[in-house]
């Protein structure tokens, strides 16, 4: 098997920075980072790291329009390669108007004072989603953060515009999200639930086992690549199980039009996981996560094509169905 995946595309957003600073996340950009750096390293994911295939916008590059437009990217990617894969993650802040029951994703050059009109509106997102074309589509949606916030501290809470409240994704929204064929949705966490930090700080609960489940957390032995049903499987069990050690409720939820399942991405450069599965490699990956995140953590907000060394390191809500075949 190669140890690229050709027709594999992705769209990572982290909001990072925000032009009005008392709402910016750094958290996300370096959580979206190191996913960036684990789905192009050819030893685990395999995705190509050119901008033909892959792109990342944080901080200042996370404007509305470059959101729209790089999503339009995609949907030329799609109509180009009738094989496509395609994977799009936002992290960042999501609220809803409670006055108007619209909800928002907070790009970087939203303002405070007419939030209407420069945040993105979820309804303008679906709609630029589904114009693309691909039958494999999966959608993560990270916005509702706790905490992860620049000068955020435990009592902390985030200063909202009047009206508006931190929500994760509706579930109107989500099923408007996975119209179609070969379409999945996720969220990490459903209701006026959060997205819960990491006791240690280093990242989100979220990221951590998604990151864990792209390794095979979710897998079988001999498997030789991650499906949608792998990443839900581990993350819907792992996730609640981790906040609950916190003290905290979160609950992801899956979302799939009638699908069957599909490949996500290589596992382990292809070379699958070994007889005594997860098990075995578990130590071995987590010291990767804890690798990739530390270069972050210690370099800021490194340029995007730098390169990470991974390879010396040491409750769910699911609406739907999806098929056991996979392709």
Known sequence: MSNTLSHN????????????????????????????????????????????????LCNEQATKQNILDNLNWLQQQAKNDPE?????????????????????????????????KTALPATEFNNTLQQISAQKLLVIIDSCHAQGMATAKETDELELPENFSQTALPKNL????????????????????????????????????FLEALQGGGNKPGDKIVTVSNLMNYVSKTVPQSAQQ???????????????????????GGKGLPEGGWEEVKQEAQGKIQAGRDVYSVRGDMDTGDKIDLSGSTGVTIYGDIGSKRH
């Not at 809803?96 to 004072?113: A, E, R």
Request: charged share 20%; glycine share 8%; with cysteine.
């Open 84 to 116: 496509a894969t395609i994977l799009v993650y936002y992290s960042g802040h999501g609220w809803l108007d409670k006055s108007t029951q619209n909800y928002y994703l907070i790009p970087h050059d939203t303002s405070p004072v007419k939030l209407q």
């Open 246 to 268: 916190q003290g905290k409720k979160q609950t992801p939820i899956f979302d799939f039009s009638q699908t069957e399942d599909f490949s996500v991405a290589l596992l382990r």
């Open 9 to 56: 595309y992705a769209l990572l957003i982290g909001i990072g920075e925000c032009k009005y600073s008392n709402w910016s996340l750094p958290t996300t950009v370096k959580d979206v980072q190191t996913i960036k750096s684990f789905l192009t390293n050819p030893d685990l994911c395999g995705y190509i790291d050119d901008e033909n295939y892959l792109r990342f």
């Open 174 to 209: 989500i099923a408007d999200l996975k119209k179609g064929t070969g379409r999945a949705v996720f969220t990490s966490s459903t209701g006026d639930e959060s997205s819960w930090i990491r006791s240690d700080g280093t990242m989100s609960i979220y990221t951590y086992h």
